[in-house]
Structure formats: structure tokens, C-alpha cells
């Protein structure tokens, strides 16, 4: 059974703060991940992807995956109140389909 | 922005009886899956479909689940006899590739409700 485990929150940061989500996952093989945004009701919507160890910047996120650790991570920068939702981490094990872990619920205060 | 569309928005059916769920994925894409969430619960992977046929599909997705891409454009997923339990929100994702490579677009989703 592949897993993928996210603490599920709610992780609360102060507005204009860096939000640190985390997750792991089971299967060795797998080579990419993916995080997604869902705000309540709606469906996930992507954010980010990652292939290689390190980190990768787009814009206020940050992405860093270490594969000897099996441990992916997302940093919002300069945090919103319009980023609080549930942010999913996706890990495809060999395959098409992805497994999402359960999400964390960010909330931003302002 | 191309998206997946997907109807009803909204479908309540009773205990028993059949529904089906509509999709109309992106143009170019190749793959097509659909996934669902109960209420508070993480987003289950059900079913994989490429080249008309399915790839890959969940312990979920038993014999009461069928999918189908009955024209160019549509991919449809029927639930016979509904239970209770099939409550929940039924996401379709299309992807132009492989989804190792490439992220889903997701629909916005139907939510069933069975009474």
C-alpha cells in the first residue's frame, strides 16, 4: 500500500509569514510530486510540481524534495489570507495514478 | 484556460438507483481519471482511462462502477444501485500525459448525495 502522510492542521500563521507544509511518502520509486491547493468545496488546483532533489521557485512558493528522506515540502512566502485552504500533497507511485496524502489546512490570519 | 467540465453540479438520487456522472475533459488531452472525496476525508484515486480503455483502477471501483467515453468528447462514470455510502464529491482530471510527468486538471466536481 503506497502512503503519503501530511499532518492534517489547522496550521495557523500570522499574515505576511513563511507557512512550511510537509509530507512524506512510502514509495522509493517514485519520482515525481506534485502539491495542490483546495479551498473548501472546490477542487484541488495545482500549484507546484518537483522532479529533482533540492528546491524549485515559482513565484511566493517553494517547493524542496529530499528522496533519500522521501520527504517533499511546500513554503509560502509572505503568506495571504487568501491562501488559507488545504494544500494536498500527490505523489504518483509507479503509474499513472496519483496517491494524495490527506492535506493540510493552512489558515492565515490577518 | 482550458478546463475540465463536469455535470451536474449537483445530483441527488435515492438508495438503489443509477446515476451517471458527465465530463467533458481537454481537448488534447489523452488521459482521463476520476477520483472522489467524502465529506472531510482525502481524495481517493477510483479509476485511469486511456486509449478507451481502463489502465488502472482502485479496490474502490468494483462492479457497481463503470466508465465509459461514449463519444469524442465525453467520459462518463456510472454508479449502479447507490448506497449510502457513495456519498461524496466525484472529481474528473484529464492530463496530456502520463501522470508522472504531468499534473491533472481537475473539473470542478459533482457532488452525489444519496438519500
Known amino acids: 500500500q503506497k502512503e503519503v502522510e501530511q499532518n492534517s492542521g489547522p496550521l495557523s500563521v500570522p499574515e505576511g509569514a513563511i507557512a512550511s507544509l510537509n509530507c512524506t511518502y512510502s514509495d522509493r520509486g517514485s519520482q515525481s510530486f506534485f502539491w495542490y491547493r483546495q479551498y473548501s468545496g472546490k477542487s484541488p488546483e495545482l500549484i507546484m510540481s518537483?522532479?529533482?532533489?533540492g528546491d524549485k521557485e515559482d513565484g511566493r512558493f517553494t517547493a524542496q524534495l529530499n528522496k533519500a528522506s522521501q520527504y517533499v515540502s511546500l513554503l509560502i512566502r509572505d503568506s495571504q489570507p487568501s491562501d488559507s485552504a488545504t494544500y494536498l500533497c500527490a505523489v504518483p507511485p509507479y503509474g499513472q495514478n496519483f496517491v494524495f496524502g490527506p492535506g493540510t489546512r493552512l489558515s492565515v490570519l490577518p | 484556460e482550458p478546463e475540465v467540465t463536469q455535470t451536474p453540479s449537483h445530483q441527488v438520487t435515492q438508495m438503489g438507483q443509477e446515476v451517471i456522472l458527465r465530463c467533458v475533459p481537454i481537448s488534447n488531452h489523452l488521459y482521463f481519471y476520476w477520483y472522489r472525496q467524502i465529506l472531510g476525508q482525502k481524495v481517493e484515486f477510483l479509476v485511469s482511462?486511456?486509449?478507451?480503455?481502463?489502465?488502472?483502477k482502485s479496490e474502490i471501483f468494483d462492479d457497481q462502477f463503470s466508465v465509459e467515453r461514449p463519444d469524442g468528447s465525453n467520459f462518463t462514470l456510472k454508479i449502479r444501485s447507490t448506497k449510502l455510502e457513495d456519498s461524496a464529491m466525484y472529481f474528473c482530471a484529464s492530463s496530456e500525459g502520463a501522470g508522472v510527468s504531468y499534473g491533472y486538471t481537475f473539473g470542478s466536481g459533482t457532488r452525489l448525495t444519496v438519500v
Open positions: 518537483i522532479y529533482s532533489n
Open positions: 482511462f486511456y486509449n478507451n480503455e481502463i489502465s488502472e
